[in-house]
């Protein structure tokens, strides 16, 4: 059973508060205190990973005014003696407890949603990659490229923010995005101006042209096992080529058709790689909803539900217009 351990510091004279809080709760494992310099106390909470959000919340909301309030989280590796697993419990909206608190999401979102050289440096060396893969027709190639491309971070970090309404996370987050998008366009639309053969001879760079439901199905995907890979602390790294596979070779197909002059199989390139985009953010929305994930206080909580139902409606807007846009034209 995964364990967290949880530290709160708060004053001394919230100690018969904060005691009297957490022996009530079923989901505590365990519980001690340890006196701190400065009349402060620090609490150490043993909780099921499961259950851990709840605790959190009721910590936050009764003793989050207190000036010296601080709360850190921790994976526990071992604990002895081992503790039974808890049967899985549902919160008051009757969906099941998950594994990863809302705080530890948060965290690990906007680690990865900075932007830095680092960063536009992988998203360059992967759109070369890519190039050569998607020209040459080397699938191994083309895989490899997916593997370096940090684009999962950002994208989730975007469903995240939409689904807590956090405006400052969705701004670094697309911000992070267009950066990394932007630098590997302009590098392939620079491979397809020095290219000296014909690039529609490569049946991998022509069929990112092709927009089928099959393209849909499998970005939908890869925006729902990208959120759960964060939600699940599944590796990231592996979810993060199925992102990747989606995005990059269409983006880099568009790139180098462009600036080879092939103008009409850019655009339908470029349009498979936004209807691609806007599935991955729209699914990752939708399986942070259905796992529950929201802000806090209701007040938050209650704005993030109306600006994610209004997300969802225009993401599914955009995705029904391309598709449209692009049955339209193939059928003209």
Not at 184 to 206: K, V, Y
Not at 276 to 297: A, W
Request: hydrophobic share 55%.
């Amino acid at each position: 059973m995964a364990l967290r351990l949880i530290e709160l510091l708060i004053p001394k004279k919230s100690a018969v508060d904060v005691r009297h809080l957490i022996e009530k709760d079923e989901k505590v494992l365990d519980f001690w205190t340890e006196t701190a310099a400065e009349d402060r106390l620090v609490c150490k909470i043993l909780v099921d990973a499961e259950e851990n959000q709840t605790v959190i919340d009721k910590l936050e909301n009764n003793f989050g005014d207190e000036k010296v309030f601080r709360l850190l989280m921790f994976d526990v590796e071992a604990s002895l003696p081992v503790q039974e697993p808890v049967k899985k419990k549902k919160d008051h909206d009757g969906k099941e407890t998950r594994g990863v608190s809302r705080e530890e999401l948060y965290t690990a979102a906007s680690d990865q949603i900075k932007l830095s050289s680092v960063y536009l440096l992988l998203m360059g060396l992967s759109a070369v990659v890519a190039a050569i893969g998607v020209l040459r027709g080397d699938v191994a190639v083309i895989v490899g490229a997916m593997v370096i491309a940090p684009l999962l971070g950002p994208n989730v970090g975007l469903s995240l923010a939409t689904t807590l309404a956090d405006s400052d996370l969705a701004r670094k987050a697309i911000k992070t995005n267009f950066a990394g998008i932007s630098f590997a366009f302009i590098i392939a639309i620079f491979i397809g101006l020095i290219i000296a053969n014909d690039p529609t001879s490569s049946t991998e760079l022509m069929a990112r042209t092709d927009v089928g439901y099959g393209d849909v199905a499998l970005a939908l995907a890869a925006g729902s096992a990208g959120a759960l890979a964060y939600t699940r602390s599944i590796p990231a790294a592996l979810i993060g080529v199925m992102v990747a596979i989606a995005l990059v070779p269409t983006l880099v197909a568009s790139g180098l058709l462009l600036g080879a002059g092939y103008y009409t199989y850019s655009f339908f390139a470029m349009m498979l790689f936004l209807i691609n985009l806007i599935c991955i953010n729209l699914s990752g929305v939708l399986t942070f909803l259905v796992q529950g994930f929201k802000p806090n206080s209701w007040w938050e909580a209650d704005k993030a539900r109306r600006l994610t139902r209004l997300a969802i409606v225009i993401w599914a807007g955009l995705l029904l217009l391309l598709i449209g846009v692009i049955s339209y034209l193939r059928v003209v």
